[in-house]
């Protein structure tokens, strides 16, 4: 029998009685000021800490959008931002999109020709640079003089630019309040480029809608559970895929939010945990790594702190297990830019509760899928593995917030993306019976030696465990017999010895011995993407005749 509400009853589709409000970044800010009109944004600001309101940020937003459209600024123009974790950093996230245009957060660590040529290929009008920046800024301009863009400098200048604005100059005088056109939430707001692991950086536009969507999911409590008691730093870079969404969940949920500008040395980090009782921190392990040292090394706790997101690369569970020692809760999570990033978070399962030690286990994993991220492993013939915690498959992605296409490069698109709209993450990943993910490893990092697969980062992970070393990068080098043989190149500890032989010699009943790196190679630091991402295809580089050139 039909029930009352079938469609067959009342021939075809029944009409929405609810309210159809476009998704987008405009309903955030707007919610956050006026909810949350007292809130903190506090930044350093050079030498100082400058503090404003909820409200106050608001009619800074309002100015800038005013004089954004003074500069000539319209609806689609790309509008580039080169810089820190800072208030103007902030008011930029939303009053560009909020004017119908699109803000391009760009790397700020990458060379001077591959800014050059993201600031090309994304067609930016604008730069705005923090004065810190300046030389960098300057040797990317000079690879394109004639570019007719205009440049904006925020912040006490530092050295000259010929022809830049000042960023409070233009906001001097400006209303503060603005008409907000109503924009679709389909358009693109925001424009990031990949970390370049591999070729020229690759662009994702993310809409209003996806990064609204984006931005509820990691507020959920089993994500990162962010709360308006909280008072946030977010430490991962803003140009990093929006600094993982924390711009927007934070000011959704009213959390005070905290910029930390340049200073991220640990020393930097701790003062402004201590002096601003931080409560939710997020950013990539080789902080908190340094963090940690110091904080073991003086015998301190920050007691504010309650949590960490932990993402960017694999979490050493050694660093895990240290920073939970140290009474702060570290969460491991896991994403990428097509993602918007945010795509696994780990959480406790209650139906884990009386299996500390599974749990436990768990913990180091990457975690359970985000529920706005559908998901498929699939092996090297397309057919789907079994989530069954040990067949490994390539992950799949597809979702609410996942790109469907990268901007204006039908190459790299074809290669990435499936027409039904699955993403090719290139990660190796297990899923247990429990749904959480574990990355064995990237594809293209797998070390085939002598028939068997060998993931580095196990092995990295294993090595990290030793007490004398900082950080491990393990990497594929051919071989005359094996094919390939796993290379470990390892960062002492400050303070510490230990030479090759005795760390083959600490691996022995860790690892098979074919898993096992045929040589350690002691160096004094790891190369790295502008995101710090291990950069393995250079030491693939740099190593690769080790055993022919041995004989």
């Known amino acids: 029998m039909a029930t009352l509400f079938s469609s067959e009853v009342l021939g075809g589709t029944l009409p929405s009685t609810m309210s159809d409000q476009p998704l987008g970044i405009r309903a955030i800010f707007e919610h956050a000021v006026r909810a949350h009109p007292r809130k903190e944004i506090v930044s350093r600001d050079g030498a ?63 060379f001077p020709d591959q800014v050059a040529y993201i600031l090309d290929h994304a067609g930016d009008r604008i730069v705005f640079y923090d004065a810190s920046l300046t030389k960098a800024v300057k040797a990317a ?52 480029y990949t970390s370049a692991t591999t070729g020229d950086p690759k662009g994702v536009l993310f809409s209003h809608r996806s990064t609204y969507i984006h931005a509820l999911a990691i507020c959920l409590p089993d994500a990162m559970g962010i709360r308006e008691r909280d008072r946030l730093l977010p430490i991962v870079p803003m140009f990093h895929v929006n600094a993982w969404g924390a711009p ?21 980090v701790i003062e402004l945990c201590e002096q601003e009782q931080v409560t939710f921190s997020a950013g990539v392990p080789t902080v908190w790594m340094a963090v940690r040292d110091v904080l073991k090394a003086q015998g301190k706790k920050l007691p504010a702190l309650r949590k960490l997101i932990i993402g960017g690369s694999a979490l050493p569970p050694a660093l895990l297990d240290d920073l939970e020692a140290l009474g702060i809760e570290a969460v491991h999570a896991w994403g990428m830019t097509e993602m918007s990033p945010i795509g696994t978070v780990n959480t406790y399962l209650s139906e884990l509760d009386d299996k500390p030690e599974l749990q436990k286990r768990e913990r180091y994993k990457q975690g359970v899928f985000s529920p706005i991220v559908q998901w498929r492993l699939i092996d090297e013939l397309g057919n789907d593995v079994p989530a069954d915690g040990v067949s490994r498959g390539e992950l799949l992605v597809r979702g609410f917030a996942v790109a469907k296409q990268y901007y204006d ?33 990237r594809v293209k990092d797998f070390i085939k030696s002598g028939g068997e697969w060998i993931s580095s980062v196990e092995v990295e992970n294993t090595l990290m465990g030793h007490p004398s070393l900082k950080e491990a990068c393990v990497f594929g080098v051919p071989h005359p017999k094996w094919q390939e043989r796993p290379v470990a190149a390892v960062v002492l500890r400050e303070t510490h010895d230990a030479d090759e032989a005795a760390i083959l010699a600490w691996l022995t009943d860790k690892l098979a011995k074919w898993q096992t790196p045929d040589r350690i190679i002691f160096i004094e630091a790891i190369p790295r993407t502008g995101v710090g991402k291990f950069l393995k295809r250079e030491l693939r580089e740099r190593y690769k005749t080790l055993f022919t050139d041995a004989g």
């Open 141 to 192: 301009h000079a690879l394109a003089p004639e570019s007719g863009r205009m440049f904006v400098t925020m912040g006490a200048a530092v050295e000259p630019f010929d022809g830049a604005l000042d960023y409070e100059t233009l906001l001097a005088g400006e209303p503060e309040t603005y008409d907000w056109p109503e924009i679709d939430e389909r358009a693109a707001a925001l424009l990031c």
């Open 409 to 441: 490069n039908a190459d790299a698109t074809e290669l990435a993306f499936e027409p039904d709209g699955w993403f090719h993450t290139g990660d190796v990943c297990t899923v247990d019976e429990y749904g959480y993910m574990e990355i064995v490893d």
């Open 48 to 110: 100082a800490v400058v503090r404003f309101t909820y409200a106050a940020f608001g009619r800074r937003v309002a100015q800038l959008a005013h004089a954004l459209r003074a500069l000539g600024v319209r609806p689609g123009d790309r509008v580039a931002s080169f810089a820190w974790n800072g208030h103007r950093h902030l008011e930029l996230y939303y009053a560009v999109p909020m004017i119908g245009a699109v803000l391009h957060t760009v790397n700020i660590r990458l």
């Open 248 to 268: 927007f969940g934070g000011l959704l949920t009213g959390a005070d939010f905290i910029l930390p500008m340049e200073r991220l040395d640990p020393a930097g």
